[in-house]
């Protein structure tokens, strides 16, 4: 529920409300007759007595520019100049009927004229003083103004041009005045009451006691329209941009920003002081004196909504309204034994920055008062340290203080809310979620009030940072999961179309929003930091001017990851694996169906486990050993659970299982080789199945979960390819030649069948080591009833010592992996 402090009751015009347009909203003529032509009933519905227009959008930033080149003697501000008297008139002859144009262009050049006389008095003598600097500036608006007053005419709106130096009063402080508030409301009270017609006013500008011109500062349109607002003590101040209100973060930066429908006064001074662009921090001061609210509406979507703010409390189920931040600050450490208990030295340091008219960002200070941490714009940094340095020279002289140290490249990023007070555990949650992120915190602070937490990072991380403390506050159980796949074999292909396929179902049934953010293979790699379009991905890989690399792919993921990121090798090279430790030491989840990895050496075995623990991520490769079955998870879950495995017992190779499952001696060994690999149910090489290094990898890896520190040498393994045909010799030679060993496989398959037994390749560890090895097992063997493909995993422990736990289904097929790998996935996040 949203409760407010009698917002816009009894006041003096209870149904007159203030406009303000920024540069944005006229930024081309079509859009200010856009606004005029709905403006009419704006004014006899609203009862608008005012409305203020910044200048034409980046006319102010030229301004400046040309001012500033004309100080340099740079004569290519009349180029400048030109394009800006050009630009002006084609919007009065854009706006205006022919038979207006003549006079308004004789002003508009009148105008300009002025504006030149003083850029070539500047351009003389080579100096640009910040009087000079506000009087040009001023153009900008005083242009704008006059012209859409003549546009708004046309249209049928009865109003006024209103120059804002005639009735705001400021001191002499040039580029940032101050306005003398009382003799500022009088005059506009003044005015308003000798005219009941609408006034068009010129934001941003004013003028001293003298007359002489004077600029509000950055943002000075919008002060302007509070100041009239106060004046008239309306029932609403809008104020029109290019978006949907105050969103929860900058869209730019964070693509799921949303508005917010309500923010307190307090919550919109700490979102601004912080980098919110949409309302600057001096707007809401003569508002809030006046428990005026202030609506945010966008030009471009004139029915949303927006954002109202006034003096609000409660508000929507969000902990927090809004993320900000400040792109480039500087950090300054003072830090020494000797401001320990030293009275009086806070007084010192912000007082030597103060008479340096040195803005201080943030303030944190250590409990212990060994350090004091200081944000500055850096171009106040080295100024600052001067200053301080002079200041505490005796405490550096002796010792006490030591070297004063500049942080830069750093960013502020600023989490603002209401709700934050008396919520425990906000700060735990945003620092998880930067913690998560590997994004490293240098200063932290927050006010007594508990509305705001802000900490200094690196700039580079700003992004990052925005994105996974947005995604950790403002959708709740929802998480965005980024995945990179590497290998688009049949594993990866079906992988990457699963993913895309279920994408719905998971967001709305897990709330898990799945994203492919980069996918790679031998020949391309394609990256994106959103996420890609599942319909054509295979077109953009091919179109993509990337070339693979892992160290890029890697450098990629640190700019963009979130707490949820993860790598899948879906590949079967022997050089990606060296790329886990990369990933999972920045705490990037690895997920594998390759085995080479997990059957290395022991020690890379332990150090990949390790990494996973120490960066609080997970090394899952469950599709190492049964494709999708659960046979990793059977073993570990057993160790996890204190139980002791005493033996492992499984066929393992879904080729070697099809083979001896389908050799009932209808068809000769060698012949059904041959009709398993035209099938596609073994290697291209049959012998990398048959050799029996397949099932001797798996049995390792199950082996090495129960820690048994073993490797591929410990393992006894029977090679089925005939000796004579284990050289380099080709693939359609050793087929030819299988034949020549069909009796050898008949006669164990008779002598088998006489004990009622079947033939299975078995893996084994138990008390007397471990073996892969043709057997013959009888029906009392789990193994005995397996068919087509079929893999199987006993496993035998104190707690399953009488009957073994069985695990059986298919054990090969790309369908069946990669929804093994995509079970990974999701053990992942949970």
Known sequence: MVTGGNCGKNRMNQSMKVFKFGGSSVGTPERIDEIASWFHQAVEKEQCRAVIFSAFQGVTDQLISMAEKAGKGDDTYTNDLGRLEERHIEAVRKL??????????????????????????????????????????????????????????????????????????TDDQFGSAEVDMEKSLANIQVHFASSDRLQVVTGFIAANEKGVTTTLGRGGSDYTAAIFAAALDVEELQIWTDVDGVLTADPRLVREAFSMDVLSYEEAMELSHFGAKVIHPPTIEPAMSRNIPIRIKNT???????????????????????????????????????????????????????????????????????????????KHASRAKRLLQKELQHEMATHRVADIIIEDELSTIAVVGENMRQTPGIAGKVFQALGRSRINISAIAQGSTELNISAVIRRADKQKALRVIHDAFFYGARKTVQIYVAGTGLIGRQLISDIFEKQEWFLTERHLDLRINGILNSRKMLLDEHGLAGSDWEQQLEASPRNPDPNALLEFVKIHQSPNTI?????????????????????????????????????????????????????????????????????????????KVTRLDGVFSGTLSYLFNSFDGSKPFSELVRDARE????????????NGMDAARKLLILARL?????????????????????????????????????????????????????????????????????????????????????????????????????????????????????????????
């Not at 004139?302 to 409390?313: I, M, Q, R």
């Not at 099938?679 to 199945?689: A, F, H, K, S, W």
């Not at 008779?750 to 097992?777: F, I, P, T």
């Open 300 to 378: 471009l979507n004139p029915a949303f909504p927006g954002t109202l703010v006034g003096n609000f409390s409660g508000g929507p189920e969000y902990i927090i309204k809004g993320i900000s931040s400040i792109d480039h600050v500087a950090l300054i450490r003072i830090q020494g034994s000797g401001l320990v208990g030293m009275a009086g030295v806070a007084q010192r340091i912000f007082g030597a920055l103060a008479a340096g008219s040195i803005n201080i960002i943030l303030i944190t200070q250590a409990s212990s008062e060994h350090s004091v941490c200081l944000a500055v714009l850096p």
């Open 567 to 643: 790598f899948v090798d879906a590949t079967a090279s022997d050089d990606l694996p060296a790329c886990y430790e990369q990933f999972l030491a920045q705490g990037v989840a690895v997920v594998t169906p390759n085995k080479k990895a997990n059957t290395g050496s022991w020690e890379q075995y332990r150090k990949l486990s390790a990494l996973a623990r120490d960066n609080d991520t997970r090394f899952l490769y469950e599709t190492n050993v049964g494709a999708g079955l659960p046979f990793v998870q059977a073993v570990s879950d057993r160790v996890a659970s204190g139980d």
């Open 706 to 830: 129960t820690g048994q520190e073993v490797s591929l040498e410990d393992i006894h393994v029977e090679n089925l390819v005939p000796e004579n045909l284990r050289g380099d010799i080709p693939v359609d030679v050793f087929l030819e030649k299988l034949q020549e060993s069909d009796a050898v496989f008949e006669e164990k398959l008779q002598a088998a069948r006489k004990e009622g037994k079947v033939l299975r390749y078995l893996a084994s560890m138990d008390g007397d080591g471990l073996r892969a090895g043709l057997a013959a097992v009888g029906p009392d063997n789990p193994v005995y009833s397996l068919g087509g493909a079929e893999n199987m995993l006993t496993i035998t422990s104190e707690a399953y010592s009488e009957i073994p736990l069985v695990i059986k289904g298919p054990g090969a097929g790309a369908v069946v992996t990669a929804n093994g790998v995509l079970s990974d996935i999701v053990k992942v996040i949970h």
């Open 96 to 169: 205006l009927s022919t038979s207006e144009q003549s006079q308004a262009v004789a002003s508009v050049k009148f105008m300009l004229n002025d504006l030149e006389d003083i850029l070539q008095g500047v351009f003389l003598v080579k100096e640009l003083t910040p009087r000079s600097l506000d009087f040009i500036s001023s153009f900008g608006e005083r242009l704008s103004n006059y012209i859409i007053h003549l546009a708004f005419r046309k249209h049928g709106i009865a109003c006024d041009f209103l120059d804002a130096r005639k009735v705001i009063v």
């Open 679 to 690: 099938n596609g149910y073994t290697e291209p090489d049959p012998r990398d199945d048959l």
